[in-house]
């Protein structure tokens, strides 16, 4: 990644000292941009200095074009002290090049900003000066939007700043409408309450068949040698929950689901690559159903619905990696990724006392480099809850792995695999294949049941071609296959599709990184009434 450069909204860059260490040679393989350097302050025994922030604009350069001096003009930038605020190193610290790449991790982990990089300006003395230099994303967004996978289309609009007046801080005002729903929403995000590392998220929305209300307060780890850090949110969301299949609703019902935690965990034990937290927790999840109303019954069988109103503590147990790589142009285009190489994982569990039942989640993730050219990311996610007298009741497993080979570093393939397993599951968690749920060619939701694969081979290719200096040009073509097992234990025909099109990745912006505008064609008739599909917006996540 070429160096950032300081913009207008910089800060004076500290004046004085000296020249700083060079690595004593060009490391072609560092994991991370300027990992060497910082690796030869740390073996030299230096601490850190004065830090100077550098704030740079949305578009730089000395010959802009009007639209581009417009976005500046209108954009506000983002204040020092909200970078200071989110900054995980401090003067005095000894040089850690580890605990720098966090910190740039931590800065990059925020949705305005596109980029961050800490970088020695002047050693003297013992310490060294340094300046966080960070590049702004443009965070308003007002106006109208489309997508379709499946066949089916959503179009949105509202009024969305992440960088409200230049605080960091988020407010929106949405309006979306879907072929199941419409909705108005409001929301705003603090990712530094008061000027505190503790952080705050607020959401209202009114759906044309419910509302929703969510609050979250966390003091999150932030540092891989924090000591403690909290967790705690509440939601309640009042709606219908359809039940479908080939794309059509068979049996809907009004349902109103709450549920909030709250929890304490704090750093147990340290490790050469990584560490353990365990803390308390307690949870609740209540689920209420109306009357079951039939409009398709002979697409699929009945749902059953139970209520429930659980609640009760539980004990967790974490492994947290900082085993971390920089990659460009696997998932997003044109931005850094940060791939954690290490494992983590989290286990939890607990006893809800009234409702006689034992529960359990466990949550673990895996990275690998292999090699210059590869990165292979598996997972696997497990939960459920056991009943006393009646044993075990609604468990789910879920892996999947996704892996990408670079053939060139503007070219990669991409392989996406995963296997999910439901057993009684509540009426809100049933698998679904086809649309959003995997398999763009098909209806969204286009089968239903308890078991579901789903295999997605994508060849991803970033041309030089950048639009107004805003969006970069890439090509895709793909290949799908899955299937779903129904309720009634039989495996249908497994379905499979292909497609092509354009990959648009946002260079400037912090609404989605890439964009898909493409055609999905299917290979086998599973009853779909279409003969293609036309996918627009952000519909693969990984």
Not at 11 to 29: D, F, I, R, V
Request: glycine residues 10%.
């Amino acid at each position: 990644m070429a160096p950032l450069t300081a913009g207008a909204a910089s800060t004076t860059e500290p004046e004085g000292g000296g020249e700083c260490p060079k690595p004593q040679s060009a490391n072609e393989n560092e994991a991370w941009p300027g990992q060497a350097q910082w690796q030869r302050l740390e073996a030299a025994g230096y601490r850190l200095g004065e830090f100077s922030i550098q704030v740079e604009d949305v578009y730089t350069g000395t010959s802009l074009a009007w639209y581009q001096r417009l976005a500046n003009t209108l954009h506000l930038d983002t204040e020092p002290e909200v970078i200071d605020e989110l900054l995980t190193v401090s003067p005095g610290e000894v040089v850690t090049a580890e605990r720098i790449y966090e910190a740039e991790r931590a800065l990059r982990e925020q949705s305005f900003l596109i980029d961050a990089r800490i970088v020695p300006v002047a050693c003297d003395t013992g310490r060294v000066t340094s300046a966080v230099r960070v590049r702004d994303a443009w965070t308003l967004q007002a106006g109208a939007g489309v997508g379709s996978a499946g066949g089916d289309a959503t179009s949105s609009a509202g009024i969305t700043d992440k960088n409200f007046l230049g605080t960091g801080k988020s407010v929106s005002l949405d309006w979306s409408e879907g072929t199941e729903r419409s909705s108005v929403e409001v929301g705003y995000a603090d990712p530094a309450l008061f000027g505190s590392a503790w952080t705050l998220e607020l959401d209202h929305a009114d759906h044309s068949d419910g509302e929703r209300e969510a609050v979250a307060l966390a003091y999150p780890f932030r540092r891989a040698d924090q000591d403690w850090g909290f967790r705690s949110s509440y939601e309640t969301d009042r709606s219908e929950l359809d039940f479908e299949e080939f794309g059509e609703t068979a049996y809907s019902a009004d349902a109103q689901h709450s549920q909030a935690h709250v929890e304490v965990v704090r750093r147990i034990a340290d490790g050469q690559h990584g560490g353990w937290r365990g803390g308390l927790g307690w949870r609740r999840e209540q689920a209420e159903y109306g009357e079951l109303e039939e409009e398709a019954p002979d697409l699929r069988p009945e749902p059953a619905l139970a209520d429930r109103d659980l609640s009760g503590p539980y004990l967790v147990f974490e492994r947290f990696s900082h085993r971390h790589k920089s990659f460009r142009n696997l998932q997003a285009i044109g931005k850094t990724e940060d791939y954690d190489l290490g494992f983590d994982a989290r286990l939890m569990g607990g006893r809800y006392p009234r409702g006689d039942r034992w529960f359990y989640q466990l949550e673990a993730r895996h990275g690998w480099a292999l090699g210059e050219r590869d990165l292979l990311v598996t997972r696997l996610d497990l939960a459920g809850r056991y009943h006393d007298d009646r044993g075990k009741e609604a468990t789910y497993r879920e892996v999947s792995a996704d892996h990408y080979h670079r053939i060139t570093p503007r070219n990669t393939w991409v392989t996406h695999g995963e296997y999910s397993w439901h057993d009684d599951p509540d009426p809100e968690d049933e698998l679904y294949l086809g649309g959003y749920d995997g398999l763009l060619a098909y209806p969204n939701r286009f089968r239903s049941g308890d078991r579901r694969w789903l295999v997605h081979l994508e060849n991803r290719y970033v041309s030089d071609v950048v639009l107004f200096d805003t969006v970069q040009l890439g090509y895709t073509v793909f290949f799908e296959a899955g299937n779903v097992r129904g309720f009634d234990g039989r495996w249908g025909r497994s379905l499979r599709d292909v497609g092509a099109g354009l990959r648009l990745g946002s260079l400037r912006s912090s609404f989605g990184a890439v964009s898909y505008v493409a055609v999905a064609t299917p290979l086998v008739d599973g009853g779909q009434s279409d003969d293609y599909t036309v996918v627009l917006g952000s519909t693969v996540s990984f």
